[in-house]
């Protein structure tokens, strides 16, 4: 260590220093005179009387600004007083103080601020520079958590600590514990306006063909949208373009592409994506965290083909992924893809609802059933049995040759994808491209965040169940037709038997 004599006039500026600090760091002090029990006729009962001895009450004022974008990702700063600049400062407080919190908002994404122990919530808070204040009395000591409780917040690091002193009240102490309620989940009405927001798995761009690499340009918009999750059931949707999943990015090995991240103005949070076709920190997600209303954009290069996953990566990223922020971005190799008669594009994910498989209504996420990995529903192409209508089912002819580009967007689940009924001619197994595909296959096992992409003829007609063989997910909402149509072909399935014993 080096030392050097001390500057007198750098001493005095830290010593002022200091002291505003200590003054600042002094919670405001208000004192309240308690005249209420004063100016009664009759003394008030004992209890009280040692109440309002044993209590101070102060008013303390806490101002806290929700922020986007520093370290952590998400995080309260302190306002003011002493927690000027602090990182979620710990509040602190005496039981019986009345304690006010200011929530000022940072940006125009959704937050809030809560204290559970309390029964404190500012509500949303939506707007940028819009500021709720809260008012509540700590009637017991502890340390209190308050926090943000927009779905992934919290987890990203926006809370705090609320410390209060002292003893608890002579009400809280009395209070019996409050008996757990049974809680019955009731759904609110359906939206009425809700949208369908499937996407029809014929609905993906042409192959590349043959050509060179080029520069592409490609545009996405972030929709969130109460949507459509089964019939007379809705639920509130995050999606790329408006449908689930995202729309299929189509290009070939070598294209630069220069991609826009648009994130409509009426979003309450965030959106980004990270591509598993990029190459380069997040996939993406570092420079296209987009605020509402507002357009980011990066550019990169494809170094190799393959069948890519594409989603959302903004916190909580499991809750916008469950919520359809999800897609395919596919590759093609110098020289295009064989061709083959019809292609589809289905995706599998998992939907956390609080209300059980089949509440009519519209139903609300359930962080914490995410993180058990609890859902309610699983879905092909974001809605339940949404494939097997008429409008959306896969449709082909018999003697074709039939293409899916399946991906899984998850968050949780791995799909042992299988069609009942046919096999797989052959499987390009983790979607990749470079690798001769496995040919003759029942079942493909696809990881969330992963893709296949499966081939196989059609020799004979009817109704053919796209699944995943974990059989229960059938039962919520897993399924998929895919209808060939044709002449029979009896030397490959009858009913019936004619063939001598073996
Ligand atoms: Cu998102």
Known sequence: MNNKPLNPNLVAVIL??????????????IQFVPNEAAAQDTPPPASEVLLVAQVEKNVLEYTLKAVIGQTPPMAFI???????????????????????????????????????????????????????????????????????????????????????????????????????????????????????????????????????????????????????????????????????????????????????????????????????????????????????GEETTFTFKTLAPGVFVYHCATPSVAHHIASGMFGLIVVEPAGGLPPVDREFYVMQSEVYTVEPYGTKGNLTFDHAAMLNEQPQYFVFNGAANALTTDENALHAKVGETVRIFFGVGGPNFTSSFHVIGE????????????????????????????????????????????????????????AGYLFAEGDDNPTIFREGGSAASS
């Open 16 to 29: 002022i220093g200091f002291t505003l600090l200590i003054v600042a760091a002094l919670p405001i002090h």
């Open 78 to 292: 302190g306002i003011g007083g002493g927690i000027d600049g602090q990182v979620n400062p710990t509040l602190t407080a005496n039981v019986g103080d009345t304690v006010r919190i200011t929530v000022i908002n940072g940006d125009p994404v959704l937050h809030n601020l809560v204290i559970d122990e309390f029964q404190v919530t500012t509500g949303d808070i939506l707007q940028k520079d819009q500021s709720v204040t809260v008012e509540f009395t700590p009637d017991k000591p502890g340390n209190f958590a308050y926090y943000c409780a927009t779905p992934g917040h919290r987890e990203v690091g926006m809370w705090g600590t609320l410390t209060v002193t002292g003893e608890a009240l002579a009400e809280a102490q009395n209070a019996a514990a409050p008996a757990e309620a049974a809680m019955v989940p009731t759904a609110a009405p359906a939206i009425a306006d809700a949208v369908a927001i499937v996407r029809n798995p014929a609905d993906l761009p042409a192959p590349i063909g043959d050509r060179g690499p080029i520069d592409v340009r490609v545009d996405l918009n972030a929709v969130e949208a109460n949507g459509i999750l089964a019939d007379g059931t809705t639920y509130r949707y995050f999606t790329f373009d408006g449908q689930v999943p995202g729309p299929m990015i189509r290009i070939r090995v070598g294209d630069t592409v220069e991609l826009h991240i648009h994130n409509d103005t009426s979003s309450q949070l965030q959106h980004s994506i990270d591509l598993h076709a990029v190459t380069g920190p997040g996939g993406g997600a570092v420079y296209t965290q987009t605020n509402p």
């Open 423 to 478: 096999m797989f001619d052959r499987v390009y197994n983790y979607g990749s491209l470079t690798t001769p595909p496995m040919t003759d296959v029942q079942t493909i096992l696809v990881p969330p965040g992963g893709a296949t992409m499966v081939e196989f003829k059609l020799e004979v007609p009817g109704r053919y169940i796209l699944v995943d063989h974990a059989l229960a997910r059938l039962e919520r909402g897993l």
